[in-house]
């Protein structure tokens, strides 16, 4: 039965919030990443701010919304607790000659993971990019959305490199 396996489902098998009421509050972090493969011509674009934009510079413009992403995941995902983060960094830099590495750590002290809020951090800069650069190419690839690591909570977790 899926409710024995599901946090998020109940034991007549409806969807339910965890309740995280009796967990004690400690400081959790996760950090994921993902890979904006642009080609190396727009790559080198972005690089040098050669893209014209009226939302500003696209790696800044990034990193501002997949903060606001981050901080914005429990209005996204149902039944995600609304954390307020202690911190959220995202950093964006070359992954080879054609594609930029976006990698969100978010950190809060509370009763439940920041896992999601790292994961759409790193979904939404990654989004931006490709948004503002679709006039330039549609030939854009987002891959590898994962989750790289895990602290704090019952169990930590961390992605061996290279997968």
């Known amino acids: 039965m899926l409710s024995d396996k599901f946090t998020h489902v109940n034991a007549a098998n409806q969807p339910t919030m965890v309740d995280v009421?009796?967990?004690?509050?400690?400081?959790?972090?996760?950090?994921?990443?993902?890979?904006?493969?642009?080609?190396?011509?727009?790559l080198g674009r972005v690089r040098a701010g050669e893209l014209p934009s009226h939302k500003g510079p696209v790696i800044h413009t990034a990193i501002l919304a997949g903060i606001m992403g981050a901080k914005k995941t429990a209005d996204l995902i149902p039944l995600c607790h609304p954390l307020g983060l202690d911190d959220c960094q995202i950093t964006i830099e070359p992954d080879g000659p054609d594609a930029l590495r976006v990698?969100?750590?978010?950190?809060?002290?509370?009763?439940?993971?920041?896992?999601?809020?790292?994961?759409t951090g790193a979904s939404v800069a990654a989004l931006t990019i490709y948004d503002m650069c679709k006039a330039f190419s549609h030939d854009i690839t987002i891959t590898g959305v994962q989750l790289v690591e895990k602290t704090g909570g019952k169990r930590d977790f961390l992605r061996p490199e290279n997968s």
């Open 21 to 42: 009421g009796q967990k004690v509050p400690t400081r959790r972090l996760a950090r994921a990443h993902c890979r904006v493969v642009l080609g190396p011509e727009l």
């Open 103 to 119: 990698v969100c750590t978010a950190v809060v002290t509370g009763r439940t993971g920041v896992e999601m809020e790292a994961l």
